[in-house]
C-alpha cells in the first residue's frame, strides 16, 4: 500500500498545476525489518514465527520471571550470553536453533532490510488508508487536475492493488452537481405534476 501511494506522489509530481504535495506516511522512523524466506525456513524446520520469536529474544531476551525489592518490581531479563548485537552485520551472523536442535545461520533463512516505517496509520471504516494531498495552483481547475491524475494511474497498476477514493474539493464538487442533479429531478418532477393537474 505504501509504495502504491508514493508511485502515485511521483504522478501527481509530473502534473502542472499541483503544489504542496504531501503523503501521510512521509517522516518515518528509520526501520530494520527481518525478511523470512519461508520456503528455506521451512527446509530446516523454521517457521516464520520461530525466526521472529528468536531474533526478538536475542535483541530484548527473554522475561524469565519478577521479583520485588522494597515494593518495588523487577523483570529478570535472560539474554544469549555470547551474543554481541551492536550492528546489522552481527544480527546477520546470529545462529538459529530449529526444534530439534539444528544450529541454522540467519542468512540462510532471511535477510535485513532497512526501510523507514510509517510515522502513522489512519484507519476509516476499520480500513487501513494512506492520504496524498495537493494544493492547486492559480488559474488551475481542481476537477480537471483530478481527471488528469486519474488518466495518468489507469497507466499503472495502483488501482489493481489498492483503492483510490478522492476528497476535498474534488469531493465537495461532486456533492455539489449531484445535489444539482437531484434539484433539476425534483423541478422536473414538479412541473410534469403541475402540467399534468393543468391539463389532465
Known sequence: MEAAAREAKEILKTIDGTRNITLGVENGEPEIQVRVDRDKASKYGLSYFDVGSQVRDAIAGVKATTYEVNKDEIDVIIRYKDVKLNSLSDLRNLYLYSRSG???????????????????????????????????????????????????????????????????????????????????????????????????
Do not use: C, W
Not at 510515522?119 to 488508508?129: A, F, K, L, T
Not at 495502483?158 to 434539484?183: H, K, P
Open 102 to 200: 539444528q544450529v541454522i545461520s540467519f542468512n540462510q533463512v532471511a535477510e535485513l532490510v532497512e526501510g523507514e516505517a510509517m510515522s502513522y496509520i489512519q484507519h476509516e471504516d476499520g480500513e487501513r488508508i494512506i492520504t496524498l494531498s495537493s494544493s492547486v495552483n492559480p488559474g488551475f481547475n481542481a476537477l480537471e487536475l483530478t481527471n488528469v491524475f486519474k488518466e495518468k494511474i489507469k497507466e499503472t497498476t495502483i488501482e489493481d492493488r489498492v483503492t483510490v477514493n478522492y476528497a476535498g474539493e474534488i469531493q465537495d464538487l461532486q456533492e455539489t452537481f449531484s445535489e444539482m442533479m437531484f434539484n433539476m429531478l425534483v423541478a422536473v418532477l414538479l412541473v410534469f405534476i403541475i402540467l399534468s393537474v393543468q391539463f389532465n
